[in-house]
């Protein structure tokens, strides 16, 4: 069965970095184009970013870009994002989610949360 | 950015009745355009992909329709187990960005 698992998540305070994981099984890692996507408490998804199946490509929502990196270890079935000078709205639960061919999110990770404070 | 409208941002529903939903994106996206269902804790589960294509999985009850602009989900006869929030996600640029959320209550 194909699963997907983050980890990393937790409390810091504004200003701080923290790197989330995401370990995939279940299919071939490798072939997957992937995504992360958050939801602040209470609040609606957001797409965060996106990595290409080789790593080569990566894109950033405009909310992020600067702050954080996404990467990926084929190898290791498992994606990395690395988030620095994180702020209150960063708060959130993070999702990784594979890509279909199609572009659509078909296999999602059961979430992490991040909360941001002092 | 892409802009994506969804509405309504809530409906009251009894089962048995036939749901739609409708996003508007601020400009033209084709038919890259997926549909997501949401329960409480729970991660999105894909329904709709490439707006009209059901997802492996997903009941027939579902359905999507729409290209460019304006696109549509319809729920042809709303389960218990469908009471939900739904999001649309266009993927035909980045960033990509989500429907503000519909969420699907008990009338």
């Known amino acids: 069965e194909e699963h997907l698992v983050e980890s990393g998540g937790g409390l810091v305070q504004p200003g701080e970095s923290l790197r989330l994981s995401c370990a995939g099984s279940?299919?071939?890692?490798?072939?997957?184009?992937m995504n992360w996507v958050r939801q602040a408490p209470g609040k609606g998804l957001e797409w965060v970013s996106y990595?290409?199946?080789?790593?080569?490509?990566?894109y950033y929502a405009d909310s992020v870009k600067g702050r954080f990196t996404i990467s990926r270890d084929n190898a290791g079935n498992s994606m990395s994002l690395l988030m620095n000078s994180l702020r209150a709205d960063d708060t959130a639960v993070y999702y990784c989610?594979?890509?279909?061919?199609?572009?659509?999110?078909?296999?999602w990770g059961q979430g992490t949360l991040v909360t941001v404070s002092s | 950015a892409i802009q994506m409208t969804q509405s309504p941002s809530s409906l009251s529903a009894s089962v048995g009745d036939r749901v739609t939903i409708t996003c508007r994106a601020s400009?033209?996206?084709?038919?890259?355009l997926g549909w997501y269902q949401q329960k409480p804790g729970k991660a999105p589960k894909l329904l709709i992909y490439?707006?009209?294509s059901l997802h492996s999985g997903a009941p027939s009850r579902f359905s999507g329709s729409g290209f460019g602009t304006d696109f549509t989900l319809t729920i042809s006869s709303l389960q218990p187990e469908d009471f939900a929030t739904y999001y649309c996600?266009?993927?035909?640029?980045?960033?990509?960005?989500f429907g503000q959320g519909t969420k699907v209550e008990l009338k």
């Open positions: 400009q033209g996206i084709r038919n890259d």
């Open positions: 490439a707006a009209s």
């Open positions: 279940g299919f071939t890692f490798s072939s997957y184009e």
């Open positions: 996600l266009q993927d035909n640029s980045y960033p990509w960005t």
């Open positions: 989610a594979r890509e279909l061919i199609a572009g659509a999110l078909d296999c």
């Open positions: 990595i290409s199946s080789s790593g080569t490509t990566v």
